[in-house]
């Protein structure tokens, strides 16, 4: 596909729109003036959303829908062709978080886990292939998160969500190479300043919050916009996204154990806080922002320690392995 010079009017999808990443990136694409198709289950905040939107001169198209119904990403599909003529760009972004024990966190929560991060993916990916095959063009661009290459102990479903679509989007690529000018783009971000973890299912009894560094999801939905001129098989936002995705390809095991360690160190100190299953079900009335409040994201200086520091780590624990093995 040639680089888009321009959006303005382009058909861009984006699901999961009404908060964190998803309402970053429709702000983003709004102030490109594309023409938005914004999907959640909260229709307040997407009404919300939408005013916003069209104020910075975009047409906007907001369907409450849940991604996990394959017959409701159909209908958004059809839905956002009849609004736009076509559909240019669709962005699956829609996900949710939960935390406990895999043994202690019910298998329905697990089980909705990988139906909404997961296969609404998939049926998203289904839903508008089709179209795009039909104009013989289109970008599909996947927001997978750093954790489609580092396992989050604790977070076993929604590992499981992540490096299934890690997968499936490799072997869609691969399989569309007929199609020259159909794409589908993986982003991978780092921790986000989101509301997310706020919404997240909760058996930990903890509260939660993000590990440092947390980065500005404006720097996402200007990737997302970027992807979108110009496609390309994948793009990490955040330098500390690289580190983690390169610690745990030089030594997986050790990642994965000295994550768990540092999370369970900090749950031996965090608040209490009830159980819950948060947003997994059913959308929440609170957390409906851009961002989280978790700290000063987006700002370089105020991620260079925690860089520093991981950048030493991967470097002296790939020094030992190497000289283990000689």
Known sequence: MKEIKSLNNRTVVITGASSGAGRAMALEFAFHKARLVLAARNETALLELADECRALGSMVLIVAADVSDPKAVIGLANDAN????????????????????????PMEVHAQVIQTNLMSFLFGAHAVIPYFKNQGKGILINNISIGGFLPVPLGTSYTASKFGLRGFSEALKAELQGWRDIHVCDMFPAFLDTPGIQHAGNYTGKVLKPAPPVYDPVRLAQAAVSLALKPRSSVTVGSVSILLRLAHALMPELTASLTARVIRTYLKTADPIEVTSGNVFNPLRFGTSTHGGWGVPGKPRAHRKFILAAAVVVGVLSAGIVSTRR
Not at 84 to 95: F, H, L
């Open 82 to 105: 009849i609004f736009g003529g076509q559909i240019d760009v669709w962005i699956n972004n829609a996900g949710v978080l939960t935390a406990g024990e895999f043994d202690k966190v």
